[in-house]
């Protein structure tokens, strides 16, 4: 199904944001693995998480050559670009990277995820606008399915965000670049 790198800084939600890809894809009876790679300064270091949706067994943990990339800053974007394999998708967070990929052998997004959540009154949720952008653009979900999914899959401390992020998704279902 998908091989999916994000890529950030930490404290962005790149951690949960694969979390809930992982939980759909379980849901949906698939075969995953969610693997975080992360410098040891945490929040504000560098960060990415390596996620596999698949129907067959997953050999390897690690992405290497991801089908989809989350970017959510220059250094990922800088770093991790060029590896998307042909017809892979590039999906970036625009408020906080200007570049733009050069490559014509995939499909890029270019999505303002930090901006559209701070006008939204909901800092700190760029990763859900994003999630609700590539579930749309990338069929791997139903955009309904994947809204249970989410709220199924809150932690408990957080339950108090369920509503905060069910918005977040539907700005990133409903945002057209």
Not at 10 to 28: D, N, R, T
Not at 36 to 43: D, F, I, Q, T
Not at 122 to 147: H, Q, R, S, W, Y
Not at 166 to 177: Q, S
Request: net charge negative.
């Amino acid at each position: 199904m998908s091989n999916i790198l994000l890529a950030g800084f930490g404290g962005q939600g790149i951690l949960f944001a694969g979390k809930q890809i992982v939980l759909a894809g379980m849901k949906l009876g698939k075969n995953v693995s969610w693997l975080p790679s992360y410098g040891p300064e945490m929040r504000g270091g560098t960060c990415n998480c390596s996620v596999i949706v698949e129907d067959e067994p997953i050999g390897s943990p690690l992405v290497t050559k991801p089908d989809i990339l989350l970017a959510f800053n220059t250094p990922s974007f800088d770093k991790f670009e060029s590896k998307v394999v042909k017809g892979g998708m590039l999906f970036v967070d625009s408020s906080l990277v200007s570049k733009k990929s050069e490559r014509d052998d995939i499909k890029a997004y270019y999505i303002p995820a930090t901006e559209l959540a701070d006008e939204n009154g909901l800092p700190g949720m760029a990763n859900v606008i994003m999630l609700g952008f590539i579930v749309k653009k990338t069929g791997l979900f139903d955009e309904e399915f994947f809204k249970e999914s989410l709220n199924s899959g809150i932690p408990a401390s957080k339950a108090h965000l369920a509503a905060a992020n069910h918005k977040a998704l539907e700005i990133g279902f409903g945002y057209e670049c």
